[in-house]
């Protein structure tokens, strides 16, 4: 496939330029696996002199050698890979001595390297602290979160992540980018697929959109395809044990929503659960759902990376048939919750925007937005603006409503949402597949081909 054009990650551009202005500095970029890492720092070396090296868990050994291969190739330092250099700081600070123009060294992946040998953070500790400030370079390592931010830079009396001048943490892609990598698709297949993989570049680099969603989802899923054990190693890469995480997972992608169900759902001790709990938050694969209003005693969990949810409902329970090869017939009950799964993504998709874009656009400055859960009543998303006593709510239907259906739920969302906040002036706004009649008075109406595809990808 070819190369999709860069695409988003502008403040994120902006904040390395902003870097490579200073001249000078530690600059630590992470993220989960497959959210863009590589290609951003890549981009922005694009045209300057630098040094790219993507670390391996290989021997320190080697890695310094490899390391060396690099500033010989890119820099034509000639011969610069024949010494042999006992660590990491000395190599670094002889490459400088030989260079000394402005430089930037990326070293990708360095919770690799880390992994075979600690020893390494205390060598970058010593080159960010001892030799760095002599010379006109910048540093920047990448790596995965919990290795970034908890394990090796940040971790064990070694905060070389404090000591960054930039910290860059990637997060997905915008919505409104999918265009661009599936072309093919029209803006409710686009809705499918995000609710089925979120905005994370590779699995829509990877996605075959000469078919249908549903199709290129499992295929994608099924043996040998891309996705087949993405789960597991999206787990991998950031903890050594992944059991219990992935535990915690499927009680969670279950309806399992609160710690003690999770635990007894798990076998799991309560303690265990709330610490694997955190790490997965940190990651940002699990949350707890924001509510509206808010409470400190009912948190409820939910699922935060689509890629998770969506396996954890669709291919989970379906792996004896997919591991079969390719289904011919697709099952009736797979089918169903493949629309419960878009449905749920519908409505991430409509809260997004509605925060986003809507709320501006109809003059609501935001004091809380969340689901709104009160007795019993419940709302997909409400955005409370107390200082004006406004209020916009959301109500998401992945399927086509006619106008009285309309007009009953625009009514019903009034009713609930006067409920909770008595006086307030409410807009209401349906997120809705399809509808004759958009031109209500009742609610704002928005289907898929309203949302700003393409328009805010920057
Ligand atoms: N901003 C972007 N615009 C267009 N394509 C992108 C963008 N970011 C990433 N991609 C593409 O998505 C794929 C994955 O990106 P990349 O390899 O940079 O991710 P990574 O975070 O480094 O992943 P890994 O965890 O595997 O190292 C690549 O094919 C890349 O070209
Ligand atoms: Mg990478």
Redesign the pocket.
């Known amino acids: 496939m070819d190369?999709?054009?860069?695409?988003?990650?502008q403040t994120e551009l902006g904040l390395l330029e902003d870097l490579w202005s200073k001249g000078r500095g530690l600059g630590v970029v992470y993220?989960?696996?497959?959210?863009?890492?590589?290609?951003?720092l890549?981009?922005w070396i694009n045209g300057k002199p630098s040094v790219y090296y993507q670390a391996g868990l290989y021997s320190h050994e080697l890695n310094l050698q490899e390391l060396a291969k690099a500033f010989e190739e890119y820099l034509s330092l000639e011969g610069f890979s024949k010494v042999k250099f006992s660590s990491l700081d000395v190599l670094l600070e002889h490459a400088l001595r030989m260079w000394s123009d402005k430089l930037i060294v990326v070293i990708?992946?360095v919770t690799y390297w880390a992994r075979s040998y600690p020893g390494i953070v205390s060598e970058l500790q010593k080159f960010v602290d001892h030799i760095l400030p002599k010379h006109q370079a910048i540093l920047v390592l990448?790596g995965s979160i919990i290795g970034v931010v908890i394990r090796d830079l940040a971790g064990g009396g070694s905060p070389l992540f404090g000591r960054a001048s930039l910290r860059v943490r990637?997060g997905e892609?915008s919505p409104w980018?999918l265009p661009?990598?599936l072309p093919r698709y029209n803006s409710s297949e686009l809705v499918e697929t995000y609710s089925l993989v979120g905005g994370i570049?590779?699995y829509?680099?990877e996605w075959p959109d000469s078919l249908e969603p549903l199709k290129a989802y499992l295929r994608m899923f099924a043996p040998g395809g891309l996705l087949e054990d993405e789960p597991l190693m999206t787990l991998r890469?950031e903890v050594r044990n992944p059991s219990p995480y992935l535990s915690i997972i499927k009680a969670v992608a279950e309806g399992r929503r609160s710690l003690g169900e999770v635990s007894s759902y798990t076998g799991l001790p309560l303690g265990h659960v709330s610490r694997y709990l955190s790490s997965l938050i940190q990651l940002g694969l699990v949350d707890y759902e924001p509510l509206v209003p808010r409470r400190r005693k009912r948190r409820l969990l939910m699922i935060n990376d689509r890629l998770l949810k969506s396996c954890y409902s669709i291919v989970e329970p379906y792996r004896h048939i997919l591991s079969s090869g390719e289904p011919g017939e697709i099952p009736r009950s797979l089918e169903a919750k493949y629309k419960n799964v878009i449905a749920d993504g519908w409505e991430r998709l409509a809260s997004y925007h509605s925060l986003a874009s809507l709320a501006k656009q109809v003059g609501i400055t935001v004091s809380e937005a969340g689901r709104l859960l009160f007795k019993g009543d419940e709302v997909d998303y409400v955005i409370v603006d107390h200082d004006n006593r406004r209020i916009l709510a959301v109500e998401a239907k992945w399927r086509s409503l006619t106008s009285r259906e309309l007009r009953n739920i625009a009514r019903e969302v009034k009713a609930k949402v006067h409920k909770v906040f008595p006086g307030y002036d409410v807009t209401v706004a349906i997120y809705t597949r399809a509808a004759h009649n958009t031109e209500h008075q009742d609610a704002i109406i928005v289907k898929p081909e309203d949302l700003p595809w393409k328009k805010d990808c920057p």
Do not use: N
């Not at 993220?31 to 951003?40: D, E, V």
């Open positions: 190369p999709v054009r860069f695409v988003d990650r993220g989960r696996r497959r959210i863009g890492k590589t290609r951003l890549l981009q990708d992946e990448t990637l892609l980018c661009y990598f570049p590779y829509l680099v890469e």
